[in-house]
C-alpha cells in the first residue's frame, strides 16, 4: 500500500488566539486587520499527511485550500510543513461569505477525481463556522469510506484501522482505500515550519483554479440573516468563605438538604 | 410538513439527549416520526413510543447496523426518505449525528445545519459560531433540512405518549467499506458528563491527576459528573472523554462547580450556559470569576475537602 496520494484540505480562519468581534451591522464578525492562519484542525491533518509521507505510506502530499487570494499564505505554511504541492480554489471575497461545507465538499471530490487521490484528509471541523461536515460530505459525494474524528490511524493489509474519539471514550475501525479521514486534537502534535522550508516552500508549485474549473456551482443555499453577541453573563459575588458557599448553594436547593 | 428524528442509543436503551432533539423537532411544526435504528434494538423502540410528541415510531432492526457506521445507516437513511419524503430530518449534536448526518446531506444535495441551539421557524435556525462566541441566525433554502441538535440548548420531552411502531422502509445492507471493531467506553458510577444536573470539573491547578480523588469525593456527596479543563487534559491528568469546552464536551448542568480552572475562552464556550457557576480559584485575577455567580478565592486543596464535609453534613 505504498505510494497513498494525498488530499489535505486547509482551509483559512481568524486565528485561534484572536478575540472575536462582531460588526456592528450584525452581518458577521470583523476579519479586516485580524490576524488569520489555518484551521488548527486542518493543521493536523497536514502533519499526518506529512508523517504519513516520511514513513513511505504516502507519495504525494497537495494541499487544496477554497477562498480568497490570502488562502494562498495558507498553502505555503502547509507546503513549508512538507506538502508537496498546492491547488488554490479562488473564490472571491463576496462569494466566499456564503460557502459553505457542502461547496467545498464539492471541490475536494472533484480535485481528488481529477489528482488520482487515495486519502482525502480535513481537519474535523472548522473553528470558524464550527460546523464539522466537510469531511463527511466528500466521502458521500466520492461514495468512499469515512473515518471521522480520528486520534490514531495505522494501515494493515490494504487497509486502515483507525481509533476515532466518539461520546465516553474511544471506538476502533477498519476502513478500506480509498478513504476520507478527519483529524481530531490529539492525533498529532504539529510541527513549526523551520526557516529554510518556508524558503523552500516559496519554490514549490501551487495551481490557480476557479470553482468553475471543477464544474461546481457555489451560489448560496442558506442565507445568514443575523450575527450577534451572545449574552452576556454577569460575573456575582465574590464570596468569603466555604460556609457562605454551602449555606447559599443549599437555599438555592442546589445541594442536598 | 413531517420530521424524522433519528433516535440515538446503544441497542439497549435511549441516550437521553435524544430526548432534546425531540423537542427542537416538534418546534418546527410538522408530525414527528422517529426512526430506531439498530441492532436488537426493539426495547428502545418501545420507550420512544412513549415520549410525548411522536406520532409514529419507525424500527429498522439488522446486524448490518453495528457500530452505527455511516457507510451501511446512510443508505438505508436514504431509501427510508425516498419513501416518506420528510421536510425535516432531524439528529442529535453527538458523535454519531455529526458523523452520520453530513453524509445523508451530501447524498440529498442539500446543505446541513450543525449544532443548532434555537428554531425559530420551519426554516429559521439559531447556532453559535466561533466556540460560541458569536451567535448566528440563517435561513435554509433547502427543499430538505437536514439538522443536527445540541441537547442542552432544549428541555427533554416528556414521557407520556403511546405511539405504534411500524417498520421502517428501506433494506439493511452490510458494506464493505468500512468495518467495527470495538468501542473502549470509560465506566463511571458517576452520571454522564453531558446530561447531569451538576458537574464538578479541575483545572491545572489540581496539580496531578491523584488529586482529582478531592473533586470524585465532592461530586459524589452531589450526584454530580466530573470535568476537566483542556489543559488538565493536555497535562494528562485525566482523559480527554472528560474535557468540558469547545473542542471537547458542551454542558449546561443546574450547578457547575469550577476547581483550579483559570477559564480560558475554550472552556467557557463549553460550560457557561449552566446555570449557576461556582469558581474555586485562588487568583482573584482569573477569568473564570468573570462569569461565576458565587466566586471563592481560596486554596482549593483547602476549600474542597471542607466543602466535602459540609455538603455531607446535613
Known sequence: ?257 | KSTLVIAEHNNEKLTPVTLNTITAATKLGGEVSCLVLGSQCAKVAEEVSKVKGISKVLLADSEAFKGFLPETVTPFLLATQKQLNFTHIVASASAVGKNVMPRLAAKLDVSPISDIIGVQDDSTFVRTIYAGNAIQTLKSDEPVKVITVRGTAFEPAEVGGSAPTENAPGEAANSDLSSFVGQELSKSDRPELASAKAVVAGGRGLKSGENFKLLYDLADKLDAAVGASRAAVDAGFVPNDMQVGQTGKIVAPELYIAVGISGAIQHLAGMKDSKVIVAINKDPEAPIFQVADYGLVDDLFKAVPSMTELVGKK
Not at chain 1, 461546481?216 to 443575523?226: A, E, F, M, N, T
Open chain 1, 1 to 257: 500500500m505504498s505510494g497513498l496520494r494525498v488530499i489535505v484540505g486547509c482551509k483559512r480562519v481568524i486565528d485561534y488566539a484572536v478575540k472575536i468581534r462582531v460588526k456592528p451591522d450584525k452581518t458577521g464578525v470583523i476579519t479586516d486587520g485580524v490576524k488569520h492562519s489555518m484551521n488548527p484542525f486542518d493543521e493536523i491533518a497536514v502533519e499526518e499527511a506529512v508523517r504519513m509521507k516520511e514513513k513511505k505510506l504516502a507519495s504525494e502530499v497537495i494541499a487544496v485550500s477554497c477562498g480568497p487570494i490570502q488562502c494562498q499564505e495558507t498553502l505555503r505554511t502547509a507546503m513549508a510543513m512538507g506538502a508537496d504541492k498546492s491547488i488554490h480554489v479562488e473564490v472571491d471575497a463576496a462569494t466566499y461569505e456564503n460557502l459553505q461545507p457542502l461547496h467545498v465538499a464539492k471541490i475536494l471530490s472533484k480535485v481528488a477525481q481529477e489528482e488520482k487521490a487515495d486519502i482525502v484528509f480535513t481537519g474535523k471541523q472548522a473553528i470558524d463556522d464550527d460546523c464539522n461536515q466537510t469531511g463527511q460530505m466528500v466521502a458521500a459525494l466520492l461514495d468512499w469510506p469515512q473515518a471521522t474524528f480520528a486520534s490514531k490511524i495505522e494501515k494493515a493489509n490494504g487497509e486502515l484501522t483507525v481509533t476515532r474519539e466518539i461520546d465516553g471514550g474511544l471506538e476502533t475501525i477498519k476502513v478500506q482505500v480509498p478513504a476520507v479521514l478527519t483529524a481530531d486534537l490529539r492525533l498529532n502534535e504539529p510541527r513549526y515550519a523551520t526557516l529554510p522550508n518556508i524558503m523552500k516552500a516559496k519554490k514549490k508549485p501551487m495551481a490557480k483554479k476557479k470553482p468553475a474549473d471543477y464544474g461546481v456551482d457555489v451560489g448560496p443555499r442558506q442565507s445568514i440573516l443575523k450575527v450577534e453577541d451572545p449574552p452576556v453573563r454577569q460575573a456575582g459575588s465574590k464570596l468569603d468563605s466555604v460556609e457562605t458557599l454551602v449555606t447559599k448553594l443549599r437555599d438555592a436547593g442546589l445541594v442536598p438538604s
